[in-house]
C-alpha cells in the first residue's frame, strides 16, 4: 500500500523562499554591524542651559506738547500817497535860551567870608592797644589790666548766659567757630556787628548775643571817648546722643 502526501504540509515547499528572507535579513544585519559608530564619553561635553523667560519692559508713552508752529508772516502792502507841494511854509527860527560865556553870572566872594569848620574824625582803635579799655558793667573802679580781664570774663559769662542752639541748625547737624566783630562806639553801644562762620544760621545767632550787650563805659584814647573795635569767637558745637 502506497502512502499519501498532503501538498500542503510539505516541507521543502517553500524552502527558496525562506531562504532568501533569511539571507536578506543576515545582509542587513552585517550592514547595520558595519556601519555602527561608537564615541567616546570623554569627548561628550554635557552642559544645562537654563532659559528664563524674557521679560519685556513696557516703556510709557508720553506726550509731548510742542508748541504750534508760528503763523505765516502777514504780507503787509505799503501804499504810497503821493502829493503835491503846493503850499509854501515859512520857516521859524527858534532863538536858542541858553546862557553863553559873555553872559555868565560871576560873583566874587572875599575870602574872609569863608568859614572852615574842622570836623573830626573818630578813629576805631582796637581793644588790644587802646589807652582805656571800655568798663563793662560790673567793672568799675578798677585798674587798666583788671579792667581788661573784667571785661573779657563779662563778654564770656554775657555769651554763656545768652547762648542757644538754633533748632534748624540742629536739624541740619550744623556746627563750627563764629568769629563775631563788633564797634562800641564813644557812648558806649554796641553798634557794627559782623560775623563769619560756616552756616548763616550759626552767623545770625552770634549776631543776636552780640547785640544784647549791655551799654557800656566808652573806652578812652589820649582822654578822649573813640570807638573800639573788639572779637569775640563762639563755638557751636552739639554733641551726638
Do not use: H, R, W, Y
Given at each position: 500500500m502506497i502512502p499519501k502526501k498532503n501538498p500542503e504540509i510539505e516541507i521543502g515547499r517553500n524552502s527558496s523562499l525562506y531562504f532568501a528572507i533569511g539571507l536578506n535579513v543576515m545582509l542587513f544585519l552585517s550592514w547595520q554591524a558595519l556601519e555602527y559608530k561608537t564615541y567616546e564619553k570623554s569627548d561628550?561635553?554635557?552642559?544645562?542651559?537654563?532659559?528664563?523667560?524674557?521679560?519685556?519692559?513696557?516703556?510709557?508713552?508720553?506726550?509731548?506738547?510742542?508748541?504750534?508752529?508760528?503763523?505765516?508772516?502777514?504780507?503787509?502792502?505799503?501804499?504810497?500817497?503821493?502829493?503835491?507841494?503846493?503850499?509854501?511854509?515859512?520857516?521859524?527860527?527858534?532863538?536858542?535860551?541858553?546862557?553863553?560865556?559873555?553872559?555868565?553870572?560871576?560873583e566874587v566872594v572875599a575870602v574872609s567870608e569863608v568859614e572852615v569848620e574842622e570836623v573830626e574824625e573818630e578813629a576805631e582803635v582796637a581793644f588790644a592797644v587802646i589807652e582805656q579799655v571800655p568798663i563793662f558793667p560790673?567793672?568799675?573802679?578798677?585798674?587798666?589790666?583788671?579792667?581788661?580781664?573784667?571785661?573779657?570774663?563779662?563778654?564770656?559769662?554775657h555769651v554763656r548766659k545768652h547762648f542757644r542752639y538754633p533748632q534748624p541748625a540742629l536739624d541740619l547737624q550744623l556746627q563750627g567757630r563764629v568769629s563775631v566783630i563788633f564797634v562800641i562806639d564813644a557812648k558806649g553801644y554796641t553798634t557794627n556787628i559782623r560775623s563769619r562762620g560756616p552756616d548763616r544760621i550759626l552767623e545770625k545767632e552770634a549776631e543776636r548775643i552780640i547785640g544784647l550787650l549791655p551799654e557800656m563805659k566808652p573806652g578812652l584814647q589820649r582822654g578822649k571817648p573813640v570807638k573800639v573795635t573788639y572779637a569775640v569767637p563762639i563755638i557751636f558745637k552739639f554733641q551726638e546722643g
Open positions: 561628550i561635553a554635557m552642559d544645562i542651559l537654563e532659559v528664563t523667560e524674557e521679560i519685556d519692559e513696557e516703556i510709557p508713552i508720553i506726550n509731548v506738547n510742542t508748541p504750534p508752529p508760528p503763523p505765516p508772516p502777514v504780507a503787509v502792502q505799503e501804499s504810497i500817497q503821493i502829493v503835491e507841494d503846493v503850499e509854501e511854509i515859512e520857516e521859524t527860527v527858534i532863538e536858542s535860551t541858553e546862557t553863553g560865556q559873555d553872559d555868565a553870572i560871576e560790673g567793672c568799675e573802679g578798677k585798674s587798666k589790666e583788671a579792667s581788661k580781664a573784667c571785661f573779657q570774663e563779662k563778654m564770656q559769662q
